[in-house]
């Protein structure tokens, strides 16, 4: 059956997806997630630790779990499309590392665990490296970016790349989120008719309907902690430079950053120790080195005792249940012992996103042209990728233009006046007179806002359809930000973002891990077909 057929053809009910609506299913062979049903999959919400459990007692292999893992995609991804690419070494890479543990040698907690990366992240070897477009179809890197060479030393497996909104969502301004050329339609794994966020899309559905055991996403404005909030996972936008970008498919140096992306704070915060590292060679990120840690486990207890948290005010845009499973969240903070400051106000809040949007259509014609030039692809530079989509415009163009990227054609280099102003401005005016000078004003550890909307229906024609949104301090500032469930609308996640100043990532860990150990707010998904039930309207 072909995928679009699928939802041509299916009821609109609310009635979870049975086994035998997937292509390929045979009902009368044990695989993963048929004689269980989809949502009961073997392996369903294994953490690091489980599983590096289970590896150490001889119960699992990483070979083991990796087929696991593979065939799981297999069944279910054909209706998801998170997954863009499998990577086709994965089962060897796997049989290397149980090797390794064979003669006593564990590389650290993430040895033998699959991983999958977005698709805007350089791999050398088989796979390619597109984001999302048929433009860098040929793209084959020549060596792995710097955070896949951690994710190598770190023992990992990486099982395949996810789909995402292509060119990370910086390409039109009416696009929706989770479609690429390459991939199609990401759909989100709670309810298939609406949309995952993104523009980590991919990495979001997949590690939240359990194709793996943790993913990568990259940000540049929201796009690890909306898909995460969305998809009822954790996700965290690292200070910028706390992962180097170095290989790494650019919008903005000012501003770019990957991040973890998991099931539990306990699972993220493991993947971004792994992969902290100062790396010389990255862009210039105006932010002064700040401490990082190649663990950032110890940092998770549930003392919060004493800790003042501060609420940002003003959320415009958001569901009015939203804020009903805010007020739960300070409540549950404030029994946990913190203290929680009401109505914090961002006197520039008005001033810094127009700033930083200039400020990325000048860096992103800079920076991709250098990235392209270094790279074996069709098009050299951003003013051969416009006209390549031009004339690509039946697959590329179809649903949506590129007048993001005619925009930042038209600016000049990276001495403008105009750029350096603006660069210089947004980030004081979200930094410094940002969140550093609320903090300091109130005296905070850190600041809590909903990080979504319930996700609306995905709509190709018209675009996203947002129902608010709280990304842009940290996002803008370069500080870091976490996001966790906080409780669900109708069955779709919401989650609570915590951010604060740069390199302030153990206080978030520690808020963020002391509030999901008590809530344990996260929903497995039922992969759902739509809300739209014929017979109660």
């Not at 590292?277 to 003392?303: H, I, K, M, V």
């Not at 909903?450 to 996002?475: I, K, R």
């Not at 500032?477 to 996640?493: D, K, Q, V």
Request: charge should be negative.
């Amino acid at each position: 059956m072909k995928r679009r057929t699928f939802f041509k053809t299916t009821a609109l009910g609310g009635a979870a997806i049975s086994a035998g609506a997937f292509p390929g299913c045979n009902t009368s062979q044990s695989h993963p997630g048929q004689s269980e049903s989809i949502a009961g999959f073997e392996l369903n919400e294994a953490t690091v630790a489980e599983l590096q459990q289970k590896m150490s007692e001889g119960n699992y292999t990483s070979e083991s779990i990796c087929i696991k893992y593979i065939n799981r995609i297999k069944e279910i991804d054909p209706i998801l499309k998170s997954v863009i690419e499998l990577n086709p070494d994965a089962i060897q890479n796997a049989v290397e590392r149980d090797e390794e543990r064979k003669k006593g040698f564990l590389r650290g907690p993430l040895h033998g665990i699959p991983v999958m990366i977005k698709d805007n992240i350089d791999t050398a070897g088989k796979m390619k490296t597109t984001a999302g477009s048929l433009a860098l179809n040929n793209n084959s890197a020549k060596e792995d970016a710097f955070i896949v060479k951690k994710l190598h030393e770190a023992g990992a497996v990486l099982l395949g790349k996810t789909n995402l909104s292509e060119w990370a969502n910086f390409r039109s301004r009416s696009s929706s989120s989770g479609w690429s050329a390459r991939g199609g339609q990401t759909r989100n794994p709670y309810y298939l008719d609406r949309n995952p966020c993104g523009s980590s899309s991919g990495s979001g559905v997949a590690v939240s309907a359990n194709l793996c055991t943790v993913t990568i996403g990259t940000e540049t404005n929201g796009s690890i902690v909306c898909p995460s909030g969305i998809n009822g996972i954790v996700g965290i936008k690292p200070t910028v430079g706390l992962w180097s970008r170095r290989g790494i498919i650019p919008i903005a140096q000012s501003q770019d950053t990957a991040g973890p992306m998991a099931r539990t704070v306990t699972d993220a915060a493991i993947l971004l120790g792994a992969l902290a590292d100062y790396d010389q060679e990255d862009a210039d990120t105006s932010l002064e080195r700040g401490t990082y840690y190649t663990d950032y486990t110890p940092f998770l207890n549930t003392d919060i005792h004493g800790m003042r948290i501060g609420v940002m005010s003003e959320l415009r845009g958001f569901h009015s249940s939203v804020m009903f499973l805010l007020n739960q969240a300070k409540g549950v903070l404030k029994e946990l012992g913190s203290e929680i400051e009401e109505e914090v106000t961002f006197e520039h809040r008005g001033k810094w996103g127009g700033l930083s949007f200039d400020v990325l259509l000048y860096e992103f014609k800079d920076n991709l042209n250098k990235y392209l030039a270094q790279h074996n692809t069709s098009v050299k530079n951003l003013a051969e990728l416009i006209e390549w989509n031009t004339k690509n415009a039946d697959k590329e163009l179809f649903w949506f233009g590129q007048e993001v990227f005619e925009w930042a054609q038209e600016k000049g280099d990276l001495t403008s006046a105009g750029y350096l102003q603006a660069r210089h401005d947004m980030r004081l005016y979200a930094g410094n007179l940002g969140i550093d000078a609320v903090m300091d004003k109130y005296r905070l550890d850190a600041i809590i806002a909903p990080t979504n909307g319930p996700a609306w229906t995905t709509d190709l024609v018209n675009g996203d359809n947002s129902g608010g949104g709280s990304a842009s301090p940290a996002a803008i500032s370069g500080y870091p930000a976490i996001t966790l469930p906080m409780g669900a609308i109708h069955g779709l996640p919401i989650g609570l973002s915590i951010f604060g100043k740069a390199w302030s990532e153990p206080v978030l860990l520690k808020i963020a891990y002391a509030f999901e150990q008590a809530t344990h707010h996260r929903i497995v998904p039922e992969f759902k077909t739509s809300h739209l039930n014929l017979s109660k309207i």
